[in-house]
Each structure stands twice: as C-alpha cells, then as structure tokens.
C-alpha cells in the first residue's frame, strides 16, 4: 500500500514564507509521478494550483510554486496572504501495470 | 463556463448500490480523462477511479475494486460511478474532476453519500 506523507500542519506569519512537502513510500519523488498540488477551504471543493511538477494553472496566484526538494514534491507559498490558510494537498500518480494515484494526508496551514 | 455537476448522493443502506453522475459543460468532454474523487467527514481526499477520454481504460484504487465501475457517455457529456456493495466507509463527499493528462485541474462541487442503516 502506496502512502504519501505530507507536514499535518504548519504555520506562517503574514508576507512569510513556507515550503510544504510531499513524500513517497516508494521513495524520490521524480518528475515521473507528475506531482499536483490542490488547495481546499472549509466546504469548498479542492482547486488545483499546479501540476506535473512546477506548471501553475492560469487562475494559480504568482506567489504559489513548485518543484522538487531532497527527494519530495515541494509547493512553497512565498509572500503568504491571510487567505492562504487552508488544507493543501498533493497527488501522485503511480504507473504502471496499473496505474493509480494517491493523495497526501493533506497539510493544514495556518496564517498567523 | 467550465464546469462539471455531481448528482445522485443520498441515504443507502449498507450492502445497496447507488450510481453517482458528473454533468459537464463548457468543454470538450470526450478529450479529456475524468476522475472520481471522495473525501469522508474531517477526512482528506481520496482518489478513487479514473477513466481515460473514449472510455477504454479505467483504474481504481484497491480500497473500491471489484464493487465500482467508472464509465462515461461522450454523447451526454456525462460520467458516472456505480457503486456496489457498499459500506459504511464509503460515506464521503464524492466529487469528479477533469484531467488533460497531467492531473485533476476542474473539479465539481460534490455530491453526498452515505451509508448507513
């Protein structure tokens, strides 16, 4: 059974900034497990912010960006605005003979 | 305006079935993967199928193989999930999600299932 591990929580002050985090049980996380990351608030659906990597979305802010980091999948929030604070999380996708994805446990970052 | 429409959530026993539509619009449908998504109370996301744009491949996490089948009509524009034997963990907000094969980018607002006796 695949896990992804993300941090459960982190904090950051306004105008900081933050690296969250994304770990594979299978081990480095490569350019090959097209890493996404997604944004939810409280009774929202999910909004994806970036993909395969490092690519933004046309609606994604400026000050969100990805890439990889000592083996995991990063997403660093630089110049945190207080409407930042939300559960964050990625998806890896695992191919294959059977292809599959898993999400991260999420990250709840908190604005303070 | 993109975007996709879940419905047929509601109240099922444990054991019964339920199929879950996803409504599209906006965009070519029949170009792009779809997936199903499900996230319990309090709980984070969980990944539960994907269908490729013509239909010809899918994919389901271990958690729900064998008791959902993933499937689409291009024509309707719309994707579905049927859901089998089900219990009561799959209780969860179950959303779907466009993919032009580097990941979820539009998701729905959800539909709610739950199961219980």
């Known amino acids: 059974q695949t896990v992804v591990t993300q941090e459960p929580s982190l904090t950051v002050s306004p105008g900081g900034t933050v690296t969250l985090t994304c770990a594979s049980s299978t081990g480095a996380v490569t350019s090959g497990y097209y890493p996404n990351w997604f944004q939810q608030k409280p009774g929202q659906a999910p909004r994806a912010l970036i993909y395969s990597t490092s690519n933004k979305h046309s609606w994604t802010p400026a000050r969100f960006s990805g890439s990889l980091l000592g083996g995991k999948a990063a997403l660093t929030l630089s110049g945190v605005q207080p409407e930042d604070e939300a559960e964050y999380y990625c998806l890896l996708y695992y191919g294959g003979a059977q292809p599959h994805w898993v999400f991260g446990g999420g990250t709840k970052l908190t604005v303070l | 305006e993109v975007q996709l429409v879940e419905s047929g959530g509601g109240l099922v026993q444990p054991g019964g079935s339920l199929r879950l539509s996803c409504a599209a619009s906006?965009?070519?449908?029949?170009?792009?993967?779809m997936h199903w998504v499900r996230q319990a109370p309090g709980k984070g996301l969980v990944w539960v199928s994907r269908?490729?744009?013509?239909?010809?491949?899918?994919s389901y996490a271990d958690s729900v193989k064998g008791r959902f089948t993933i499937s689409r009509d291009n024509a309707k524009n719309t994707l579905y999930l049927q859901m089998n034997s089900l219990r009561a963990e799959d209780t969860a907000v179950y959303y779907c999600a466009r993919d032009r094969r580097t990941g979820p980018d539009v998701w729905g607002q959800g539909t709610t299932v739950t199961v219980s006796s």
């Open positions: 906006g965009f070519t449908f029949s170009s792009y993967w």
């Open positions: 269908i490729n744009s013509d239909g010809s491949s899918t």
